[in-house]
């Protein structure tokens, strides 16, 4: 079984300061995307990397897929309360037919002003 | 309405009672999915269609079938509600399901409780 671990599962900070979360795995995936959810709704896209090393930005957001691509990392700078929410990563692992997708366990940040 | 739908929003069932949760989209995606998700173990997958006619077992399928009709509707039935079952059930769509890298539209989830 092909599992994504996240870390930290829990993160709580203030507001203005940066927090990277972490995606790790001992698969290679073929993509990697991470999701972002609000209480009382589904998950939305944030962005998929694909390349091994491909680093995308989101304003404030950065996303990076590992050279291997088995790891990935999501880093805010400057939180704001708004960022508050469960962060997701989700895998297509090599060779999975029909592109579906395995979730990590979520980090679920909490950003005080 | 553009997007997924799912109903109900949520539920209170009592254990052995049969129970058919509803999605419907209306972007013509041919792929589609359920997940549950429960605290500390994030979105499972329990079943998916890849296109309407076809269906395929995830990660939890046990206690769980789906039907595909047609392109629009994927309803999840669980034949006999075990307490195990509680969770909040998302259903999901992709436009195709062979592209790794399409992004996945999620319902808003119906949460269910079996007593």
């Known amino acids: 079984t092909q599992l994504l671990e996240q870390s930290p599962q829990f993160l709580s900070i203030q507001e203005g300061e940066n927090l990277t979360v972490y995606c790790n795995s001992s698969?290679?995936?073929?993509?990697l995307q991470w999701y972002r959810q609000e209480p009382g709704e589904g998950p939305v896209l944030l962005v998929t990397?694909?390349?091994?090393?491909e680093v995308k930005k989101l304003k404030r957001l950065t996303f990076q897929f590992g050279d291997a691509r088995k790891d990935s990392s999501l880093h805010i700078t400057a939180a704001q309360p708004g960022d508050t929410g469960l962060y997701l990563c989700?895998?297509?692992?090599?060779?999975?037919?029909?592109?579906?997708?395995?979730f990590g366990q979520g980090t679920e940040l909490s950003v005080k002003p | 309405i553009a997007g997924i739908t799912q109903a109900p929003t949520s539920q209170i069932l009592a254990a052995g009672r049969r129970m058919t949760l509803r999605c419907t989209q209306d972007?013509?995606?041919?792929?589609m999915y359920w997940y549950r998700q429960d605290l500390g173990l994030g979105l499972r997958l329990i079943h998916y269609?890849?296109?309407?006619?076809?269906?395929g077992k995830g990660e939890v399928p046990d206690g769980y079938s789906v039907s595909r009709a047609n392109t629009d509707d994927f309803p999840l039935t669980l034949a006999s509600a075990v307490p195990s079952q509680t969770s909040v059930y998302f259903c999901?769509?992709?436009?195709?399901?062979?592209?790794?890298?399409?992004?996945?539209?999620f319902g808003p989830g119906t949460r269910l409780t079996v007593l």
């Open positions: 999901a769509s992709k436009a195709s399901a062979g592209y790794s890298y399409n992004e996945q539209f």
């Open positions: 698969s290679v995936f073929s993509s």
């Open positions: 990397v694909v390349t091994g090393g």
């Open positions: 989700a895998g297509v692992s090599l060779g999975n037919q029909g592109g579906k997708l395995i």
């Open positions: 972007m013509r995606h041919n792929a």
């Open positions: 269609s890849n296109t309407a006619g076809t269906t």
